[in-house]
């Protein structure tokens, strides 16, 4: 499929009439055209071809980015450089907003698009009746050969072209590869949950990489596994295992829109007890569409998108609570697919949660074995689909994976298992995992139900081995990952905040978002204008612009792991507290309660401290810096000595200081 409505090169293009090019690319354009876009359209080509004249090289028009939803404009390749260019028709004004489109776009093709790297790119707002200003075309403090975007109106866009060609120090692009060039794109998980929504296919919107199972692979797994137990009116349990980012909610919401059909038999549902995940994904994908169907010139209301988006993707404590209700009936879905399957509720937490809010005394069931009824309850068929994701139980009670295995080899012998031939890992169920299941009569393993390489940092696939190996004290590993990715991913240590802000403001380009994030027990970062405990909106937090006081863009408001696992920005901050601390060569691990620092000695909370640091540790996608500060020798509560250790720690294994 072609990913633009129009291309030619220069001089066929110079050429030809403006309704043969307006034609051509209406043809292509799966919306019908209104008369102010054609108009726009027909505005743009009479420009460039006024502009273009002299030059060799190709156009395109309407060239789609699939991970953000959009198209850009118009690309032109000219000599060795690629021409970004967003129109705005009839503006007096160059718009922040706009200039920040462009450069996203800029950066899509810069990060993704294989042919692209290393040429030049320049990004241009044409705002065609905005008055002049001056052209200096400058790269950003990054080490690519991406312009700043340039400003220019309809008069001057002819000039911007010539000294930015000036500008270029790279040689001609081949044209025929450049658009044969694979665009490989790594989501953060909104963008993918937005374009998977809109119909874009798993292929379009996520990177393909050699060195990790493939999540079309995987995808095309689990799709056998509802196909055979459809046809075959048996029930399927199936555990899809990852590293952190390494897709795993991607394949479940992939999975989710291709079965998603209301009323009908093969009706999916996502699943998640991540409130924030969920509130954030069906903001996200509700404003999406309502700006999609607007932009087509109909009318629809916000709540009638939201009425239909919320039944895609559901907490799975409403699910549970909607199948109490109903009894023994079966729910409308075949086909459910629980997120961080390893959160789900021990039977102590179930129970005691059951008595208190629901008045039910004596309920017996854990949460993954309710869960499990509430499916087998169909008479045909149906699948569960576990995404278990390693060292991720944060909050007592979670489970972990042992008990989904445990309840299926206990009360649901036959169902049949699907599992990752990881599952036997440490992470998961302790290691146990398939010893539990040796008795059960249904089991088969499948290596494609693992993905093994981090996504999530597109510029550091083993991000997430890194902090395995400094969370574990192997200081040897931690080096030499951190020397693999320092080139390509930026990661320094601090001890001021305000450097660290300055950093964050520095690196992030476009709309790259950044934040602050920080343990939900660091409560002695108040001096720092941190506070944990005060109230976030994770909506406003991820999909608030800068311009908005509670988006994480105003380095403000904090997230914790609780708000932001599942999730990833751009940029972050990690601020370190004394919560999790080294001392003599160990980590020690504190609650604060009252006035004072006091040790936490269950195993079960200690690790549940650790994998929170694992978990704001590997949500930057691009770069991170940590800080940890001096501490102050007046206060007990933050004595340097709960932060040097920490300190010397990270930088002995070379991080960068700064």
Known sequence: MRRYYYSDSIDSFCNASIDEVIGKITLENEFSSERTQTNAWANQVEILQDVLTKYQGKIYFEYSIPRMGRRVDVIILIQGAIFILEFKVGEKNYLSTAMEQVWDYALDLNNFHETSQGCFIAPILVATEAPDVAILPSTSAKVDNLLFPIRCNKKTLKEAIDLILDFSTTGNINLDNWEQ??????????????????????????????????????????????????????????????????????????????????????????????????????????????RKIKEQGEKITKGEVFSQVKLFIQNVHHFRDDCLRIGDEAPLEHVAIFDEAQRAWDLEQTSNFMKRKKGLSGFSSSEPEFLISCLDRHKDWAVIICLVGGGQEINTGEAGIGEWIESINRSYPKW??????????????SGRALEILQTHKYVQKKHELHLSVSLRSFRAENLSLLIKSILDLKATDAKLYYESLKKNYPLVVTRDIRIAKEWLKAMARGTERYGIVV???????????????????????FLDGKEDVRSSYYLEDVATEFQIQGLELDWTCVVWDADFRLSKGSWQHFSFAGSKWKNIKKHERKQYLKNAYRVLLTRARQGMIIVVPNGDVSDPTRDSRFYDETFDYLISLGIEYV
């Open 519 to 541: 343990s939900s027990q660091a409560q002695r970062l108040k001096p720092y204008a941190i506070d944990v405990k005060s109230p976030m909106n994770p909506v406003n937090w």
């Open 416 to 429: 049949r298992v699907f599992i990752s031939d990881r599952l036997d890992d440490d992470e998961y169920a």
């Open 181 to 290: 060039g694979r665009y490989s794109p790594t989501p953060t998980i909104i963008e993918a949950a937005m374009a998977l929504y809109n119909g874009h296919s798993v292929e379009e919107i996520a990177k393909k990489d050699a060195t990790a199972v493939n999540l079309s692979i995987t995808s095309d797994s689990i799709d056998e596994i509802i196909l055979y137990s459809k046809k075959t009116s048996c029930k399927s349990i199936c555990f899809v295992t990852g590293v952190p980012g390494a897709g795993k909610t991607l394949v479940g919401l992939k999975t989710a829109t291709k079965h998603y059909e209301k009323n009908k038999e093969s009706a999916s549902v996502f699943l998640s007890g991540n409130a924030p995940l969920v509130s954030i994904l069906r903001e996200a994908l509700t404003r999406d569409r309502v």
